[in-house]
């Protein structure tokens, strides 16, 4: 099995100082998708870029605490592709791609992290034009190779997938183009949403983010918006999946799956 973790740190110094390298030790993903480091290469060398026994790969923003993403992994990439060609967005550190070809396959694992509209009309604006771009990223992607997109998405596709659906129709996050691109991802372009697909109707044990107002971690008030999206023949090697929530690391959830491969 090749088991595959997505994290929204919240950031990386934080994490680890709420434990997470014992729960790699623990858990041994053989690969983890961070995303939202709020970290510069000058925190992470020689402290953070070794974690639970593997090995770390980065692509920090810009703006010093601000988002970033990055990729541990227990086996060598063939190659790593920091950003993917964006004028707006690469110097965000949104995107990281992990390859690990063989002469019979084509592989990439990709720790992605879409930006949230949530503070006002600007960001949401800047959204709708990242999904725009990593969805033709995403589609040439498909036609060249199998690939595993692991991230936080920002986006709770249907009403099972939070807590609050009703009251939250006109919030960022759950309005009807976010949920409608969500739709054309995982049917015309034909990629995976794989902890769906083993859990077509899992509700609150499958939500990977609470908001830190009120009791909303207490009170299970969480959104699924954390995924695998994924190239049909690698999800259909996926076995079982799981949202851990017996420590906090972060305001999101460690979400695992178990593949029936090997890199």
Known sequence: ???????NLNGIRSAARKGLENWLVRHAPDCICVQELKAQMADIEG???????????FNPAEKKGYSGVGLYTRHEPSAVIRGYGSAEFDSEG???????????RKLSIVSCYF??????????????????EIEAVLQRLKAERE????????????????????????????????????????????????YRTLHPNATGEA????????????NNVGWRIDYHLATPASASLARS?????????????????DYQMKL
């Open 1 to 7: 099995m090749f088991k595959l973790t997505s994290l």
């Open 47 to 57: 402290q953070l870029d070794a974690f639970g026994g593997l090995r770390g790969y």
């Open 94 to 104: 949104r995107y990281l791609e992990a390859r690990f070809d063989t002469p019979k």
């Open 115 to 132: 930006p949230s509209g949530t503070s006002g009309d600007i960001r949401q604006a800047a959204k709708y034009r990242f999904l725009h």
């Open 147 to 194: 690939f595993i997109l692991c991230g936080d998405v920002n986006i709770a596709h249907h009403e099972i997938d939070l807590k609050n659906w009703r009251g939250n129709q006109k919030n960022s996050g759950f309005l009807p183009d976010e949920r409608a691109w969500v739709s054309q991802i995982t049917g015309d372009v034909g990629l995976v949403d794989v």
């Open 207 to 218: 939500y990977t983010w609470w908001s830190n107002r009120g009791q909303a971690w207490a």
């Open 241 to 257: 999946a799981a949202v851990y929530k017996d420590e906090r690391f972060s305001d999101h959830a460690p979400l695992t799956i």
